[in-house]
């Protein structure tokens, strides 16, 4: 109890988009990063359909993919 207040268990808590699980797995986290990056990368394959240029390309990744690659990298990674 906290304050009188019982404590609820869970499995898991999402926060700011890291999945903190009861035995502190990252299997939830990463399959949830790779499909938003998989996503995303549906959309890199479409614009190089369309001949754009490698700079606009790379732009793209950079902004769109890679932010989402890093998003918690601070949390996982502890040497960051």
């Not at 999402?14 to 699980?21: E, K, P």
């Amino acid at each position: 109890t906290l304050s009188d207040t019982p404590i609820m268990m869970v499995d898991s808590c999402h926060f700011l988009g890291t999945t903190i699980t009861q035995d502190l797995k990252w299997e939830p986290t990463i399959t949830s990063i790779i499909k938003k990056a998989q996503q995303r990368m549906y959309f890199l394959r479409q614009l190089k359909k369309f001949n754009l240029p490698a700079q606009s390309m790379r732009q793209f990744y950079t902004a769109v993919i890679e932010s989402i690659l890093t998003s918690s990298i601070t949390v996982w990674y502890a040497g960051a």
